[in-house]
């Protein structure tokens, strides 16, 4: 039989991969999980991925059940999978958290805590997720940022592995879920005054100070606002009294938010009504809900027609720190 016009595909060769330095190493890790410490000698001869992550980066967190599965299949094949978990906002930076999500999350692999950003550093990486992965003679030879590419990336551990099979086959549930791309209409959003953008209160935003926020007339899309006496920090807006709320006009299926609080309940409306079917996986139909760890929480997924939208969160109670919203 002779070749398609396309070629045989299944014995066709790869093209070469690049050479793009050599894997820094992990020396400058602050600790470590599932795994005593890692020198590049004794992981010289295996393959190896490199996961930046953070545990409250839903970017990163859509991909998680990709790396996961990868680490699984191909543990006995040469692969050795260390993810780094580099902190971006102050509580990641707390063992204990990053062990619980560890342990909620399902990881199983070597996690590299890198609190100071020294392996971060080293690999000149600026970015959550980054995937770097490593031939057997401890070069890089294939990198991603971000989202996505992942049968590309897996052809790639293939490649260096010398194996060819099947690509996994996830199912992502909860916020592992992919995003819904083509409704996707809001951005990501910083509730602190470092990073953030359109704030829609009446006269403006105060920082460093505890003041009084109102309601504007309407809030236009992507723009929140603040009702309340909260302190707008660099990092977070932190609510001073009970009853605060936040609004946010959003056009997206999905709405997290990631927050810090000790047992503090709170309420999610949609329109200004419960959001009944399209709740998000840390609220039922009613909205209610309860902020017990710092995390990233899953306050909205709608099932039907995706519009603009006012998206309303109330808190029962005061000392909530409220950092950034994303939407998928």
């Given at each position: ?127 959550w997720p980054a995937i770097y ?29 010398g194996v060819e099979d099947d ?54 899309l992507n723009r929140w606002a ?103």
């Open positions: 039989m002779g070749l398609s016009l396309f070629g045989d595909r299944r014995h066709a060769q790869p093209p070469p991969l690049p050479f793009e330095g050599h894997l820094p190493g992990f020396d400058r890790a602050t600790g470590w999980l599932n795994s005593p410490p890692f020198t590049n000698n004794e992981l010289r001869g295996t393959v190896v991925l490199v996961d930046f992550w953070t545990y409250t980066c839903i970017n990163w967190l859509r991909t998680l059940a990709y790396v996961r599965a990868w680490a699984e299949k191909y543990k006995d094949r040469g692969l050795v999978t260390v993810g780094v978990h580099t902190p971006e906002f102050p509580f990641e930076r707390d063992v204990e958290n990053v062990e619980h999500a560890v342990e909620a999350m399902r990881i199983a692999y070597p996690v590299a805590i890198d609190s100071d950003y020294g392996v971060w550093r080293d690999f000149g990486n600026h970015y992965v490593a031939d057997r003679e401890g070069r890089i030879r294939y990198h991603h940022f971000g989202e996505g590419e992942y049968e590309e990336t897996e052809r790639v551990v293939q490649q260096l592995l690509m996994v086959r996830v199912e992502p549930e909860g916020l592992e879920a992919q995003a819904d791309w083509a409704n996707l209409m809001s951005p990501e959003s910083y509730l602190g005054y470092e990073q953030g953008r359109n704030f829609g209160s009446p006269g403006g935003a105060g920082f460093d100070e505890a003041r009084t926020y109102a309601a504007p007339d309407s809030l236009m603040l009702l309340g006496n909260w302190t707008i920090a660099s990092g977070a807006s932190v609510l001073n009294e009970a009853g605060g709320r936040i609004l946010f006009r959003f056009h997206a299926r999905d709405v997290n938010l990631v927050l810090r609080g000790d047992s503090v309940p709170f309420r999610v409306l949609v329109d200004g009504q419960p959001p009944g079917d399209g709740h998000g996986g840390d609220v039922d139909e009613q909205g209610r809900g309860t902020v017990r760890e710092p995390r990233l929480y899953q306050l909205v997924r709608q099932s039907g027609a995706i519009v603009d939208r006012t998206f309303e969160i109330s808190f029962g109670a005061a000392g909530v720190e409220a950092y950034v919203f994303t939407f998928g």
